[in-house]
């Protein structure tokens, strides 16, 4: 979580992606063009990280993603299956029109993920589930 | 490695560094020669699942890029090249989910959506490549053609 976020032109992404915590709700944002074996990390540190924590959500913010391929697609939708299995849920925000257009093209409808336009909605759709859980600093934590 | 966008240019795969580089060349070249957003973002799409092809099942190879000019239409043109194994059953590697190595085998069968022209030759034995070409501001093929 030392690591800084990259600029929206920063060049490959490398090594971990960092995971914050807002409550029980992981907050993951991807940005720029991600090496595949960056995004396998990701999976493993997102799995290591709800069994630790114990969070009921992850949200990740593909807004600076330009492009989806079936690698990554394969790995997202990995991510929200796995997240399932340890009682979590996993939401996708803020796909590009032009990465949505793309990947029905080719065939990945990313059956199983559930998405959201915004973070916000994103929050909301995790937590309307359990009205009892303390969501502690989200707003100010919100971009 | 960085190539002047647009220009003819021939690219190593040999890494998932390379992909990153691949894609990022194409993105420019597209941009360069004219092609909008929705565009540049399948073409490039394309690009990646072909060139990790080239690496995952060719061992490795190339890719070349050639920006086109046919009666006033721009179009860009890549060539992926490798000398691995080949495909013995073309018709099957394009199948939608088929697939030898644990992906969801939508690759091949995607790239050939996301492009206007889509050539393939494979000699088993002697490799594989995969040629596409896409037009500035032409429709997408219809989907009864694919
Ligand atoms: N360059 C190549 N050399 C040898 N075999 C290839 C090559 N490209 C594709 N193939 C074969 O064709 C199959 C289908 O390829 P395709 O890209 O459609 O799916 P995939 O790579 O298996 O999975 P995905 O791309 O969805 O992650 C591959 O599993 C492989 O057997
Ligand atoms: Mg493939």
Same mark, same amino acid.
């Given at each position: 979580?030392?690591?800084?976020?990259?600029?929206?032109?920063?060049?490959?992404?490398?090594?971990?992606?960092?995971?914050?915590?807002?409550?029980?709700?992981?907050?993951?944002?991807?940005?720029?063009?991600?090496?595949?074996?960056?995004?396998?990390?990701?999976?493993?540190?997102?799995?290591?990280?709800?069994?630790?924590?114990?969070?009921?959500?992850?949200?990740?913010?593909?807004?600076?993603?330009?492009?989806?391929?079936?690698?990554?697609?394969?790995?997202?939708?990995?991510?929200?299956?796995?997240?399932?299995?340890?009682?979590?849920?996993?939401?996708?925000?803020?796909?590009?029109?032009?990465?949505?257009?793309?990947?029905?093209?080719?065939?990945?409808?990313?059956?199983?993920?559930?998405?959201?336009?915004?973070?916000?909605?994103?929050?909301?759709?995790?937590?309307?589930?359990?009205?009892?859980?303390?969501?502690?600093?989200?707003?100010?934590?919100?971009? | 490695?960085?190539?002047?966008?647009?220009?003819?240019?021939?690219?190593?795969?040999?890494?998932?560094?390379?992909?990153?580089?691949?894609?990022?060349?194409?993105?420019?070249?597209?941009?360069?020669?004219?092609?909008?957003?929705?565009?540049?973002?399948?073409?490039?799409? /394309?690009?990646? @699942?072909? !060139?990790?092809?080239?690496?995952?099942?060719? #061992? =490795? %190879?190339?890719?070349?890029?050639?920006?086109? *000019?046919?009666?006033?239409?721009?179009?860009?043109?890549?060539?992926?090249?490798?000398?691995?194994?080949?495909? /013995?059953?073309? @018709?099957? !590697?394009?199948?939608?989910?088929?697939?030898? #190595? =644990? %992906?969801?085998?939508?690759?091949?069968?995607? *790239?050939?959506?996301?492009?206007?022209?889509?050539?393939?030759?494979?000699?088993?034995?002697?490799?594989?490549?995969?040629?596409?070409?896409?037009?500035?501001?032409?429709?997408?093929?219809?989907?009864?053609?694919?």
């Amino acid at each position: 979580m030392s690591e800084a976020f990259p600029g929206p032109h920063a060049g490959p992404v490398t090594g971990h992606v960092p995971v914050l915590r807002l409550g029980e709700v992981l907050l993951v944002t991807l940005q720029g063009d991600l090496h595949d074996s960056t995004a396998q990390q990701l999976q493993q540190d997102l799995a290591e990280t709800i069994s630790r924590s114990g969070a009921t959500g992850v949200i990740i913010d593909i807004s600076g993603v330009e492009i989806v391929d079936s690698f990554l697609g394969r790995v997202l939708a990995e991510i929200a299956g796995q997240t399932e299995l340890l009682a979590a849920r996993t939401v996708l925000v803020g796909m590009r029109p032009a990465v949505a257009i793309t990947l029905v093209e080719l065939g990945l409808t990313l059956p199983g993920v559930h998405t959201a336009l915004s973070t916000e909605v994103a929050l909301d759709l995790l937590t309307r589930h359990a009205p009892s859980s303390h969501f502690g600093g989200l707003r100010q934590e919100s971009p | 490695m960085h190539t002047a966008a647009g220009a003819q240019a021939r690219l190593p795969i040999r890494s998932d560094m390379d992909l990153v580089w691949v894609r990022q060349h194409v993105r420019q070249a597209a941009a360069q020669i004219g092609f909008g957003l929705v565009d540049q973002t399948k073409l490039v799409t /394309a690009a990646s @699942e072909l !060139a990790r092809n080239t690496l995952v099942y060719g #061992g =490795g %190879g190339t890719m070349e890029t050639e920006p086109l *000019a046919e009666g006033g239409t721009r179009g860009l043109r890549l060539t992926f090249s490798d000398e691995g194994p080949g495909i /013995a059953d073309l @018709e099957q !590697a394009l199948s939608d989910g088929f697939t030898s #190595g =644990g %992906g969801l085998g939508m690759g091949l069968g995607g *790239a050939r959506r996301l492009v206007h022209e889509f050539a393939i030759e494979s000699n088993p034995g002697a490799g594989t490549t995969v040629r596409v070409t896409s037009w500035v501001g032409r429709a997408p093929r219809p989907r009864e053609e694919i």
